[in-house]
């Protein structure tokens, strides 16, 4: 695989198990190899659990492997852990920022410790200032960085004795699209010259497609290896794009697609619905009654498709069952049921949130887009009454926000950004202390219980602790918890942030089922192909609502580049940026004058 470079990654017949409070012995790499030559861009990539993160701390040398050979830059990573760490770049999903220093002093800090001398920082730190775009910040405190702007930083701390080899595990987790195109512009720099080696993992796979080399992991195997062209071959003449039929949702079609056990995939794509079957048809779509007479067409597989194919093979890619609610609720001709006028949150002088206005009619999913520090999440827990508003309107199931928050609350679920749980609870004894919370009690409870267990196919880790869930079951059990009370509003968080492709599958294929059965959902995410679920979208940045409408008429106002048809990410960051832009040009027109 090396064509002849020199091998700065080695790794051959690596194993690593753990062992689980149960006593069960789990194999976390099981028989993994990996190599890649000086320069090579790698992508790890697989579902939660299938042991990326593993692999990347044993090359990092923050733990041995039970077995196997590994050598990092010629040097053998059990027999001198030290000496790998010397010479490489890490950046763990959690990068250990220090948010009460300046960016400059965290920087510092970070070339001490890594013994950079004065002369190397001064070849370094206007490098690292400029591929970041932090020169203008280095005075503030890291805590009041943007996500996307911490994670920069956080880059930079990890380059800044010019490593070469970096280990980047999951770098664009919890980021918006424009940050995420900002930090693959650091990493397309780093690649100029080939001097850096990167092995990053990402549940995004539109950037594993952008690597030389592709690493699939499932359950602690490697299912393929090599360039994302040999993984989207795999679901060659299987793909197809069909649109739905005149006032069918693409998310309905792709749910009845996903019910479709001879499916491979579906996902809803610019207002068409992309899908993969099982095997190769001659020229056209598949035969099947709920496809005849829709306008279809075969496509070119890419690198999802493929991997959704690979896990098939496997054995483990299987749709969840459409959720059923105890209580289907009428949508009673789509009344509004949140309303929000010139809604307006104040932290001292700053205006967090200012005259944001928008409604949401009953069984609608809207989308509440933005770039980090947009007021997002602050618009949000004013929603759900967990923080009190400074001015405006804001009602929620006919209640006054400002006048009975906790009357209000009684309708509404809540799965927040990060996994809120409690993790020494078992999933079981979760359920109940929220059914508890709730005011269920005796049979009613119970029946709730089994409810969610059955609906969230929880069963099988009813007795585990949460915090020991794979991420798409804790995934499953926050939602769960959140709709113990059956609310007539559910609001998500970032609910899949840093989830795996299938994890927000099976997440989405519920939501699809709840509007359908008469919830209303609201929804904030990164993944703008999410957006596409939604019948309604707003787009904010500073605090202000720059666009909002349906995915169609947002997608008007993209840009896309060669030819290829509009995507809401596409969308997203050409409002945002128009935004900016002018807001730029005011400012500097203001000055002048």
Known sequence: MNNGAASVLHGKGLRRTFRRETGELVAALDDVSIESAQGMLTALVGPDGAGKTTLIRLIAGLMKADSGELRVLGIDVAGDPQQVQDHIGYMPQRFGLYDDLTVQENLDLYADLHGVTAAERREQYPRLMEMTA????????????????????????????????LLLDEPTAGVDPLSRQELWEIIRQLQIGKQTTILLSTSYLDEAERCGHVIVLHQGKVLAQGSPADVSHLAGGCV????????????????????????????????????????????????????????????????????????????????????????????????????????????????????????????????????????????????????????????????????????????????AQKFSLYSQLTVHENLDFFASAYGLHGEKKRQRIDWALAQFELGS??????????????????????????????????????????????????????????????????????????????????????????????????????????????AFIAIVKDARHRDKASATATSAA
């Open 134 to 165: 932090l020169a203008p910040f280095t005075k503030r405190l890291a805590g009041q960085l943007s996500g996307g702007m911490k994670q920069k930083l956080g880059l930079a701390c990890a380059l800044v004795r010019a490593p070469k080899l």
């Open 240 to 415: 197809f794009l069909v649109d739905p039929r005149a006032g069918q949702t693409a998310r309905s079609l792709q749910a009845r697609l996903l019910d479709d056990a001879d499916n491979i995939d579906a996902v809803p794509q610019s207002g068409h619905v992309r899908f993969v079957c099982a095997t190769a048809a001659a020229s056209s779509v598949p035969a099947k009654s709920y496809l005849e007479g829709l306008v279809n067409k075969p496509i070119e597989p890419r690198f999802e498709d493929g991997f959704m194919t690979l896990l098939r093979k496997s054995g483990d890619v299987r749709h969840s069952a459409a959720m059923t609610l105890d209580r289907p609720l009428e949508k009673h001709g789509g009344d509004v049921v949140v309303e929000v006028r010139n809604l307006v949150r104040m932290f001292g002088a700053f205006a967090a949130v200012d005259r944001v206005s928008f409604e949401v009619r009953r069984g609608e999913i809207f989308g509440l887009l933005g770039p980090n520090g947009a007021g997002k999440t602050t618009t949000f827990r004013m929603l759900c009454g967990l923080l009190p508003i400074t001015s405006g309107t804001l009602k929620v199931a006919g209640v006054d926000l400002r006048q009975a928050r906790a009357s209000a609350r009684e309708s509404i679920g809540y799965v």
């Open 461 to 570: 880790q009813t007795n585990r602790p949460s915090g020991q869930l794979p991420g798409g079951y804790k995934q499953r059990l926050a939602m769960a918890a959140s709709l113990m009370h059956e609310p007539e509003i559910l609001f998500l968080d970032e609910a899949t942030s840093g989830a795996d492709p299938l994890a927000r599958r099976e997440f989405w294929r519920r939501i699809t089922a709840l509007a359908e059965q008469g919830v209303t959902v609201i929804v904030t995410t990164h993944f703008m192909e999410e957006a596409e679920y939604c019948d309604r979208v707003a787009i904010l940045d500073g605090g202000h609502v720059l666009a909002q409408g349906t995915p169609a008429e947002l997608r008007k106002r993209a840009r896309p580049l060669n030819g290829l048809e509009a995507t809401m990410e596409d």
